[in-house]
């Protein structure tokens, strides 16, 4: 892209935003002030359906600190359909290369957050029965995030793996056909049982964003360096999500990564 191309107005019009606060009882919990002469990028979980934590979060930075983020979409697909591509660009969206992360994080205020789903179209297949997320091996966007020298800040949007029933799973044929196709293919049902369905369930959203985590600029990062500031941002994410789980009623679930397992004991209780 040439310019972050926000349209406000078109956005406010399609209500999806005030839909999600009413009918989802949409929240945002937010604590740490962010600063216009600061990068940002906010990592958030989980991806489910679709990742509907960004539009809860962009009213909410655009009110609070005048801010308009620009959000990354892990297929890029729909951008190249000509009535989804204006949709999306109105939203201010873009595609998820390592070229356009890059670039969005270098804007100047009001365009200085991004917001990036690090878990992608793979982590559709994830969150079915427990809150698990695709983390553990995902470094690209921290080491982005070091060549520019943006703070990177967790968040997690409780509730968005709940709003439809996905019917497959990580390790199913749909999730082998879609790694193949480097395009998720995953059938679902909505609120009322209709296959592909529009309708989400009336549960509630709530997104909690964290404290940024300060990243000195690195142009050429080393593996250790890397390593390090993953750690710290998985500990900031599952510390995130402690922190407000009882506010929705999770007292007694847990945040898994990709290659973590409930014990028999957490299974049985689901069952």
Known sequence: PKAPHFNESYCCAMS????????CKGEVKQTARLRQGKNYLIGIYPHG????GSHLLWPHLLSKYEIAPITTMGSTLALWIPFFRRHFHAHNMIGSSPEELMWAMRQKHPFNVTCHCPGGPEEMFYGGEHEQIVLRKRRGFIRFAMQAGCSLVPSYC???????????KAG??????SSYLEFSIIPWID???IPF???P?????MIAVGEPLEVEQVLSPTREQVDAMHAKFCEGLRALFDEHKASIGWQDKQLYFED????PEVKAKSE
Do not use: C, D, V
Not at 49 to 52: A, D, N, V
Not at 172 to 177: E, K, L, P, V
Not at 260 to 263: A, D, G, K, N, Q
């Open 158 to 168: 409780f509730g968005t793996n709940q709003q439809y029933h996905r019917l497959a």
């Open 191 to 193: 609120r009322y049982g």
């Open 197 to 199: 369905g529009f309708m």
């Open 172 to 177: 199913g044929t749909f999730a082998a056909i």
């Open 201 to 205: 369930t009336k549960e509630k959203i």
């Open 49 to 52: 359906l679709w990742p509907m």
């Open 260 to 263: 973590e397992l409930p014990s």
């Open 16 to 23: 999806m935003e005030a839909g999600m606060l009413g009918y």
